[in-house]
DNA sequence: GTGAAAGCGCTAACAC
DNA sequence: GTGTTAGCGCTTTCAC
């Protein structure tokens, strides 16, 4: 049996609640009956039981991240870790434990997220991902629990979010293509029930609108994150007669997919085709030439949805602060994009 | 206010031990009195109470994932991402939930897993990674608590753990290199208090032994889990006198760190220099060239980590389950391998 | 097959 | 500044 508050009270001859008074360092106790029930504490290899705190205080310290139902089919594992990475440092900082949920499909996800939030085993949530018409944004917004969405949500724009600035980025991933010379420019865009591949390939299509550049249909591909995307809209791509010189992409993986497309079919970048990316993974500047990418601060968001969730929890009331935060991105130029077009 | 299982008992005209019995679907209760009750549940918006559940039952249903201090620094993020994937799936389906903590250093994991465990919040723990002399373990062991490595444990080697033959797995992946007529083979490893570095490194130089082969002292760099020590490695390695024809590399991203080096240098892969590294990332087939690997099986490793401890928390008495699973691994040849050394 | 009662380990009024 | 008391929501003997 492990050692409880009362056994600490009994040993300090105290009263259990001045044991607890001081576990919570409550402003009136004495100096010396804090430091001897420390003492006493340490002696006798004294833990608190979190449970029995978090069931009388009925708070847990505790947020729990959803996986999405297949991390593999939708991002690169990179994303996802480095948002968890920064989601825990930032909550253990702020003193709240992390834990990971999954399901299999959408039903199994609602009835995880329900199971710890109504059975009080976690405070709130983050959400990873937004796509549209999420059966999980609705049960968590119809019941009124503490979550943040990274990413943005259509459906319900004054839900707390931290995302980036996908349109811009997008624009200026472009823009810079634009500035090089570019006429013809192409999109692999990700799934389309993921607003983030919404918000980018409107970024696409302004910054084409505003240069007074075409905008073809045949030049804007739909996939997922993944390699083969990259390599299917690649060889399409190319057989077109009036293909691109350049293309944006959804995520570095589908850039690699084109890249290695590009390689076995001889076509040299950015010679022959100029590519800018999402997310600047660590191996953008690995492969061969290293790839042009949008720095989205993948760890920041992480660390910033943390704060947010749980400022909100804790003070549920006041909304004083931003319900939509933005990280910043930042497009790194590499070998891929350094090829302005000859002028004709 | 929470429903509570006294609001169903009243509700149902029946007293809170048989509301409770229904919950746990004791034996001796009768059908209709719990198609009764259960109905009241699903009508009220009943959810137990995980906490309280958790102070009577002593037993929390959840197992806490320790990260490294400084994953990012130590080995590739994917292959967090794929354990964490492996331990979540496996946790799910056995009723799990998984925590995630970590600390910023030895004494700050110790106290993290200390409150978690000796606080009542999860019972056991999985170990994502083996150093020598590790005081988390020396904690976890000491004081008999459910656990399991990922790895090997020097110090304790009757302890649970699961693990790959990493001995084998370098003796298979040196063997390959022999096999294509390769005499002068480097061999590139972890950060030396890794047990993981020091068995790759016994399978290298056991496959040198057996094939009759020299083993030269400047053959063998050690460095972290990243592309700068592959770098560096490599430049040390193309300057000796009698440089190897063939190297085989701890982890991916250090071959992928060669990689860019060798290209730089306009060096070939396979024809200047070979290379077979460990983890078969998905990035591997993509870099050019494709990078011979050894499949680790990283998923299998988390998915079993989690069997084998929630099986050893459910019969804590019982030790009739292997102390120590062993994952296969599987050589995966691509182009970086795929060139016999001319005979002289 | 079901109910009454005690208690898991802790906190928080309310006393003094 | 500290003790007393009640109770968080649940399980589990022990009755009947």
């Given at each position: 049996m492990a050692v409880t508050i009362k056994d600490v009270a009994k040993r300090a001859g105290v009263s259990p609640s001045t044991v607890s008074r001081v576990l919570s360092n409550h402003?009136?106790?004495s100096t010396e009956t804090s430091r001897k029930v420390k003492l006493i504490m340490e002696e006798m290899g004294y833990h608190p039981n979190i449970m029995a705190k978090s069931l009388v205080?009925?708070?847990?310290n505790s947020i729990c991240i959803m996986l999405p139902k297949s991390a593999e089919e939708l991002f690169s594992n990179f994303f996802f870790m480095e948002l968890i990475r920064g989601i825990v440092t930032q909550a253990s900082r702020l003193g709240y434990d992390v834990l990971i949920s999954s399901g299999s499909n959408e039903k199994e996800e609602v009835d995880g997220v329900s199971r710890l939030l109504n059975g009080r085993r976690v405070d709130g949530v983050i959400l990873l991902y937004s796509r549209k018409d999420d059966p999980v944004i609705d049960f968590l917004h119809d019941n009124g629990h503490n979550f943040v969405l990274i990413g943005r949500s259509e459906q319900y724009p004054d839900i707390l979010s931290v995302d980036n600035n996908n349109v811009q980025a997008s624009y200026d991933a472009t823009k810079h293509l634009i500035s090089l010379g570019h006429e013809r420019i192409g999109f692999v865009s990700g799934p389309p029930h993921l607003v983030v591949s919404k918000d980018r390939l409107k970024g696409y299509l302004d910054a084409l609108h505003d240069a007074g550049l075409e905008s073809k249909q045949e030049w804007i591909v739909e996939g997922e994150f993944l390699q083969e995307s990259g390599y299917r809209a690649m060889s399409f791509f190319m057989n077109?007669?009036?293909?691109?010189?350049s293309i944006v992409l959804i995520d570095d993986v589908v850039a690699f997919g084109v890249l290695r497309g590009l390689n076995e079919l001889n076509?040299?970048?950015?010679?022959d085709l100029c590519l800018v990316s999402f997310n600047?993974?660590?191996?953008t500047e690995l492969s061969t030439p290293p790839l042009s990418s949008i720095d989205i601060g993948i760890y920041n968001l992480g660390y910033t949805a943390s704060q947010v969730l749980i400022q909100s929890i804790q003070?549920?009331?006041?909304?004083?602060?931003?319900?939509r935060q933005i990280i910043p991105h930042r497009l790194i130029v590499r070998d891929s994009s350094m090829y302005s077009v000859p002028k004709h």
């Open positions: 402003p009136r106790i205080s009925k708070t847990t077109l007669p009036d293909r691109p010189t076509y040299k970048v950015p010679e600047n993974i660590p191996l003070n549920s009331n006041d909304a004083s602060y931003q319900k």
